[in-house]
């Protein structure tokens, strides 16, 4: 096609989108807060697409041309989802080598949001959510389908695709004689560096419940709704974390006639709002401090309102991950959902028995046995977590198991292992946002740099320090974590040791890798001096710095 073409196609594109656009927008006079409201937020689409450009443009590695043999440390990334592959398109757009390991197949692409139902989408606004500097959303939430296509044109966009060992198992990383790793077999390779990607979600968990097999309905995970009918029906769903707002999104969607949550516990929901969910993130203690009651009245009062009975008593809003949505307070207020504090006692014929609590008695207290009538139950009960055992047995001595790692993802023993979102437990920010590119870029840094990468008695030192900070937690030290607190990990880890410095514009941008390289190569001479290995010897598991 000519450019005068593509031109004329671009144009025709926008006067369609913008007369959908106009089309949709509500009657200014009947509804006119809902009118500025929706005009505002084309305004800051508008910017976000903008602000997307220009990133894509100064922040993306160039992919290599076919063919291209990269010639810097070979990488050996474990799992083939959003972290997976974000990973080893950095690896791949600063010249190092990758292979990625799957142990499904090409449908699983995309890890978790691969298992999820169609109508599935992010809870936080995407700007959250930029995996990559060259991902472009097409809107503030998508769903689960512009998720999928995003890893996939990144996927090809760095010639990954020939580049993924599809149903591969790993079951051990081990190193040979010359300490290089080595993914089950040495068939399988030699690799300077290990990214374990295998993330915190695997297969649905369904546990047996008394009295299962004499319940008349339908019985489903919260993750394989697609293609069940709900219309018209009562769903009861068993849970009340991230998977009973999956399973709610979906019976909406569906037109189920009404919803009954069961929750053991009550958990803080938060709105689905970008400004609030940033400024909870920029909490630097990571951790409850006497200035949580702020967002948490603020959370009491204005959001939560009539419904503050749901609001947790026995923990704050920074011990665990919340929920993030703001449909569930619509629902529970019109009628059409019913959260229910409960112990389940069994499944019957027409539902389920569950044990009503009030607020403030704990699990398993008295309470009154209620029959819970629905036609279907949804297991909102999460996915078992991903096994890191394949890791070598020294990842896990004592008390510096995972997730106490240095930054919380490199094991003391092994500097060249990174285990990126595979070892956090609760958190608020994002799994799948710019430090996915930002620990990748530090791994790098220590296998091309000695005089960068730690030794591990000064990685568990950075772990004890960071354990005395947090000592007042309520939870431990790395149980629970904010977005801003993680960024000031890896500012701490590079203005800490001036041999980092060089490479601070590469580690948080991706910029200068040629530079911070060549003084490498020259500071090889003080290296001998300090009698460490020349840049591009063999140790690149072996950390002398601090």
Known sequence: MTSQGIASEALFQLRVGLHKAIASLDNPIRHPVRFVSEIVQWQLLFLFEVFQWFASKLFSPTPPAPNTRLRRPKVAIIGAGITGVTSAAHCIGHGFDVTIFEAGDQNSLGGIWSKVNNT????????????????KWQRGYPDRQQIISQVRQLWKRYGLDTKTKFNVNVEKVYQDEKGRWVVNTPNNGEFEGVIAAVGTCGDPKMPRMDG???????????????????????????????????????????????????????????????????????????????????????LRNFFYRDLQDLAPNDKGIFMDTPMVNSDIMDKLRSGKAEWIRCDIESFTESGVLVNKRDKRVPKGGPGRKTEIKGDMVVMATGFKRPSLNFLPDECFIGSYGPPNWYLQTFPPEHPSISAI?????????????????????????????????????????????????????????????TYLELLWWFFFC?????????????????????????????????????????????????GRSF
């Open 212 to 298: 299962m097999d004499s319940f008349q309905g339908e019985i489903h995970h919260s993750s394989r709704l697609t293609g069940v009918d709900a219309k018209e029906k009562t769903m009861i769903v068993i849970g009340g974390g991230a998977s009973a707002v999956e399973a709610l999104e979906y019976a909406s969607e569906e037109g189920a006639s009404k919803i009954y949550i069961l929750s053991r516990s009550d958990k803080w929901i938060i709105p689905r709002n970008w400004i609030i969910d940033i400024l909870l993130s920029l909490n630097i203690w990571g951790q409850e401090t006497l200035l949580s009651v702020i967002p948490e009245t603020l």
């Open 120 to 135: 599935s989408s992010l809870q936080i606004h995407s700007f959250m959510y930029r995996f990559h500097p060259s991902v």
């Open 421 to 481: 979102n595979c070892t956090y437990l609760s958190a608020i920010g994002t799994v799948g946002n710019w430090h996915i590119g930002i620990y990748t870029r530090i791994l790098l840094m220590f296998l091309v740099d000695p005089l960068t990468r730690p030794s591990t008695f000064w990685m568990e030192r950075w772990i004890d320090m960071t354990k005395f900070l947090k000592a007042t937690s309520p939870t431990g030290a790395f149980d629970f974590f």
């Open 494 to 542: 590079v203005t800490i040791n001036p041999f980092r410095w060089k490479w601070a514009t590469f580690v948080f941008f991706g910029l200068g890798f040629a530079l911070p390289k060549r003084v490498v190569l020259a500071e090889d001479q003080i290296r001998n001096g300090m009698r460490f290995a020349e840049a591009d010897d063999e140790g690149r598991d072996i």
